[in-house]
């Protein structure tokens, strides 16, 4: 038993990790500014695997951090101006004290103050990085960007965050890169690809703040700061990944539209190029100005071991890509004043539709009501005094449910007065043999090309679509059932074919069908295949298609369910008139 | 200096001369005797003659042209004294004024009496400060200015000033490179990811100079939580939603409500107060009479224990023999166990496919335990970790009930608020660690004072 003692908690994980406050002083920082930094540089608290010995036998809940990421802090040019900062601080209290106003003002103008950019390109050492973590930052500035400019943070701030959403609504309108759209109870999620990366984010509905109490505003803010700068820088790529100038600028003739108001009435000079930009009517001005933009029709390349079927598949995609890009071109939209103006003219001009909306909300309208070439005019109210004849009046949800289902729906669900049909998700991906509501089957129909059938009575139609469907549906599970009992016939028979006593009779000629026939051996093949299995295999497999069956019992259920629904619903309607 | 220091002595010696010093001395010496010096050496003249009266007269002289502008003696009587009539006569002067103001104006400019009283007359100009004139290297500047001033008629510029000339102007309009601050909404941007710093210098100089940053561990770019930024609310959460999927979230948020209702009546029950504790009339009769009676049992119970107590066994000590035997038996066992054992391991060639299939079981489970492990840590990966003092608490459900729904966009009421959901998120996403707010602390205690008027009232 020689050497020394090894003494506890001096190796292994106690040494890895530090506790928050440590770390707070090996900073020599204030714990707010601690955090500041932890959140610019990215550095997270764990959660240690065995606690007690990290701790040093104690098992009290503490903050911890790694060692290691503590001592990168250290080397961080910003925890200079961060304690920079402490004493202008200190040196401002001193002043503002002694009422000497000569030298507040020259504090004031020396403040110290840091940029991130270089906490931007190393956290994100490419801009894919940068992209794919820009959900947060879109969701943040957006939010931000609501803020009313009282108080809860600084001014600056939120006139930044509104500078950049303007600038991104911008970019994905000139990309035309808008997926998908969901109005929720708590606000509107987007999606659009960029550059092959899917980016999802949610703004709040406007004028709709509550402060909550429970919300640390100094961790949002510092969020925000940093976000703020990334997206910025984002934004300057992605507007030269097409070309556009990057404080962005209106188009020359879109411009020259819209200089005939007086646009003092709306901002002071200052803000009225922010305000037209975020009014998102006009295009922007482009750094080599094509006429019109004629894209070149990529060769296509089939990839080594894809086949050409696969290849089809990806072109037809892609055409179908196309088409969803141009969905609202030609149509001419007016926006009614009581309708979320920012968020439909934004939908629409992704999708190359023309829209204005009355001179008094807004700044940026291009043209009037009583423009004859509007195609739709958006209500959200039920009824109207006057109407034109040559255009439609719907409710807004129908420009919502067009972006989702990629086509443009029928307009007679959405008029004035009538009651919606449901709003669905787009985020929703259903499984085959999970409940599909009735509404989405319909909108697929559609997508697939098939109108239905007749269109005096939606109410009938739509029940025999669901009665269509659920037919179907019964005869997908039916459809092994019977086969399996046909194979067990002809199997019989032909058992008893050998036990039979041997006649002979005319022949027939067998009416061939080569279709049944390659079903039958499909099925035959399936059945050996079954037979087979180990059986624990098999095991698994009858367990796997019994899984099958009970969801799509369910769904039937729920299919049924719905139907009763329904029709409790017409039977009080009918009782109703 | 010496011939001042010399008037000194022979003050001194003048008996007639009475100063300060020399009147105390007078006093405390009975007489002054005159000394008596040999006058036939020209050093005892210069030191023991009497030039008082002399200078005492040139002194006068000096003096009075100094103040005077000459003596006194050689001055007529006019500029000595004039003759006082008495107050001249102001009536006379008044009415003459406003007669002629421009008279009164030339009037002004002779000079005020006071004036002509402190003007200075005397002779003796004010002596001249000599250093106030004089240069150092005078000559030499001189010569030097001549020089420049040759070369500049033939045209030769200095090398001074070539230089100057030929610096570069300094930008004055740049200002000093104040950052601005990180919100400022008009701030540029830049392409970040497009330039490529070239080092040009040694990158081991640059390293040990502080002038290039450390690397960032690759570890720190690990997302800490498997969560997306954003997620999708249930699409029973759309303001106009299907009928089932509306049912369905509102399912989820009733079965959230119910547990913790559960929750909050487990604490309850549990905090409940047992009814056998609650005190009767027996119980409390019990207390009152406690230590009255049944005094003579206990006693009698004290008693016993003290027999018992006082009872300790003494092991008896073993025999030779005894020992012996133990130990044989010891022996004996060991050689059973040891036979036991051989024998059983012969056995066990025997048991060889029993064997086999146990360790198969075991490993089995073995395999079977990693694998839940496995999927219980993949499942860790998307909870929220324990980082702090507090756990993490899940926001509310945001859900409107049937009859909250609004028919259309402009009636729809949001619910919840965004920016709590974002602040949840990030807490869920392990970004940061759940906290309370800090509690507002008063560091001196509150004191409630009635004041007198008050308490009149009250």
Redesign the interface.
């Known amino acids: 038993m020689g050497g020394l003692q090894k003494k506890k908690y001096e190796r292994g994980s106690a040494t890895n990790y530090i506790t928050r406050n440590k770390a707070r002083k090996k900073l020599q920082l204030s714990l707010p500014d601690f955090r500041r930094l932890c959140i610019l540089k990215g550095i997270y608290p764990h959660e240690p695997k065995h606690k007690k010995k990290v701790n040093k036998g104690s098992t009290a809940p503490r903050t911890f951090y790694l060692l290691k990421d503590i001592r990168f802090l250290l080397h961080e040019p910003i925890v200079g101006k961060f304690r920079e900062y402490k004493v202008f601080v200190r040196k401002l209290k001193k002043a503002y004290g002694k009422t000497e106003w000569s030298s507040v003002e020259r504090l004031k103008e020396n403040k110290p103050a840091y940029k991130l950019d270089h906490i931007i390109k190393e956290r994100y050492p490419s801009f894919i990085d940068a992209l794919r973590d820009i959900d947060d930052a879109l969701c943040m500035c957006f939010l931000f960007s609501t803020f009313a400019r009282t108080g809860k943070c600084h001014v600056q701030t939120i006139q930044l965050c509104r500078r950049l959403t303007v600038e991104w609504m911008n970019y994905v309108i000139a990309s035309r890169a808008l997926k998908k759209v969901f109005i929720s109870i708590k606000g509107i999620y987007y999606q659009a690809e960029v550059m092959g990366q899917l980016i999802t984010w949610l703004v709040p509905y406007q004028f709709s703040h509550d402060h909550p109490t429970d919300v640390d505003y100094r961790v949002m803010a510092t969020f925000t700061e940093f976000y703020t700068t990334l997206l910025g820088f984002i934004n300057f790529r992605l507007y030269h990944s097409l070309n556009l100038i990057y404080p962005p600028k209106l188009d020359v003739k879109a411009e020259s539209e819209l200089k005939e108001e007086n646009d003092d009435d709306y901002a002071m000079n200052s803000e009225s190029y922010l305000e037209k930009l975020s009014a998102l009517s006009a295009s922007l001005a482009r750094v080599v100005s094509t006429a019109e933009e004629e894209e070149a029709e990529l060769d296509q390349f089939p990839v080594e071991g894809e086949d050409m079927a696969n290849m089809e598949a990806r072109e037809k995609e892609q055409k179908q890509e196309e088409a969803q890009k141009k969905l609202f071109e030609g149509l001419k939209f007016f926006l009614n004043r009581e309708v979320p103006r920012e968020s439909l003219a934004f939908l629409i001009r992704c999708f190359g539709g023309e829209v204005s909306w009355d001179k008094s909300v807004c700044i940026g309208s291009t043209y009037e009501v009583t423009d004859e070439t509007i195609t739709h005019q958006i209500v959200d109210r039920p009824n109207i005094d006057k109407q034109y004849i040559n255009r439609y009046y719907i409710q807004p949800q129908w420009v919502y449910d067009c972006v989702n289902a990629k086509i443009i729906l029928p307009v007679e669900d959405y008029f004035l007065g009538v009651t919606l049909p449901p709003h669905l998700s787009p985020f929703v991906e259903e499984k085959d043999g999970d409940y599909v509501p009735p509404e989405k089957l319909k909108i697929m129909a559609l997508q697939r090309g098939e109108k239905p059938a007749h269109e005096q009575e939606e109410e009938e139609e739509e029940d025999e679509e669901e009665e269509e469907e659920d037919d179907n549906e019964e005869e997908g599970d039916d459809s092994e059932e019977a086969e399996e009992k046909n194979l067990k016939k002809m199997e019989e028979q032909r058992s008893q074919g050998k036990s039979l006593s041997v006649k002979v009779t005319a022949g027939k000629v067998k009416v061939e069908n080569p279709a049944r026939l390659e079903q039958e051996e499909k099925a035959e093949e399936k059945r050996l295949a079954i037979m087979m299995m180990k059986k624990k295999e098999k095991y698994l497999y009858d367990k796997i298609m019994f899984g099958k069956k009970r969801k799509v019992r369910e769904a039937n259920k729920l299919a049924a369910k719905r139907k009763a629904h329904d029709d409790a619903e017409k039977s009080k309607k009918k009782a109703r008139k | 200096m010496a011939p001042s220091r010399r008037t000194k002595r022979v003050v001194a010696s003048q008996p007639g001369f009475l100063n300060l010093k020399s009147s105390s001395g007078a006093a405390g010496l009975p007489s002054i005797r005159r000394k008596r010096v040999n006058k036939n050496k020209k050093k005892n003249w210069n030191k023991h003659s009497d030039i008082n009266d002399v200078t005492e007269f040139l002194e006068d002289v000096r003096h009075q042209e100094r103040t005077i502008g000459g003596l006194l003696s050689e001055k007529s009587d006019d500029n000595l004294f004039f003759l006082d009539v008495g107050q001249p006569k102001k009536a006379e002067q008044k009415v003459a004024e406003p007669v002629d103001g421009k008279k009164r104006k030339g009037k002004a400019v002779r000079p005020l009496r006071i004036d002509l009283i402190l003007q200075h007359d005397s002779l003796v100009p004010p002596p001249k400060d000599v250093l106030a004139y004089q240069q150092p290297n005078a000559k030499k500047l001189r010569r030097i200015a001549q020089k420049a001033e040759q070369l500049a008629a033939k045209g030769v510029v200095p090398r001074r000033q070539k230089q100057l000339l030929n610096r570069r102007p300094a930008d004055r309009t740049a200002k000093k490179a104040?950052?601005?601050?990180?919100?400022?909404?008009d701030?540029?941007?830049?392409?970040?990811?497009?330039q490529e710093s070239k080092d040009t210098a040694d990158p081991w100089y640059l390293q040990q100079t502080g002038k290039k940053?450390?690397k960032?561990?690759e570890k720190?770019?690990e997302k800490?939580s498997v969560l997306?930024?954003?997620e999708?609310?249930?699409?029973g959460?759309?303001?106009?939603?299907?009928?089932?999927?509306h049912q369905a979230l509102l399912q989820e948020a009733h079965e959230v409500e119910v547990k913790k209702q559960k929750e909050e009546d487990k604490i309850e029950r549990q905090l409940a107060v047992n009814k056998e504790h609650i005190a009767t009339e027996e119980t409390i009769l019990r207390e009152q009479v406690e230590g009255l009676v049944e005094e003579e049992t206990e006693e009698a119970n004290e008693e016993e224990e003290g027999v018992a107590v006082g009872a300790i066994t003494v092991a008896e000590k073993k025999t030779e023999r005894q020992r012996k035997k133990e130990r044989a038996y010891k022996v004996k066992e060991q050689l059973r166990q040891a036979n036991r054992y051989q024998n059983d391991k012969r056995q066990q060639l025997f048991q060889l496919r029993s064997i086999k299939t146990s360790i198969k079981q075991e490993e089995q489970e073995t395999k079977d335990k990693q694998k839940q492990r496995k999927a219980k840590q993949e499942a860790q990966k998307a909870q929220p970790?324990?980082?702090?003092?507090l756990k993490f608490k899940a926001q509310d459900m945001?859900v409107?009930l049937s009859d909250e729904l609004a028919?259309?966009?402009?009636q729809?009421?949001?619910?919840?608020?965004?920016?709590?959901?974002?602040?949840k998120s990030?807490q869920k996403r392990?970004?940061?660690?759940p906290?309370e707010?800090a509690k507002f602390k008063r560091r001196l205690k509150l004191k409630y004072v009635e004041k007198r008027a008050f308490r009149e009232i009250t």
């Open positions: 104040v950052t601005e601050a990180n919100n400022n909404p701030r540029e941007y830049y392409d970040i990811w497009g940053r450390v960032r561990p720190l770019n800490p997306p930024a954003v999708v609310i249930a699409p959460g759309s303001y106009n939603p299907d009928f089932f999927s970790r324990r980082l702090g003092k945001e409107q028919g259309s966009l402009r729809l009421k949001p619910e919840g608020s965004v920016l709590k959901d974002r602040f990030l392990n970004l940061i660690e906290r707010r």
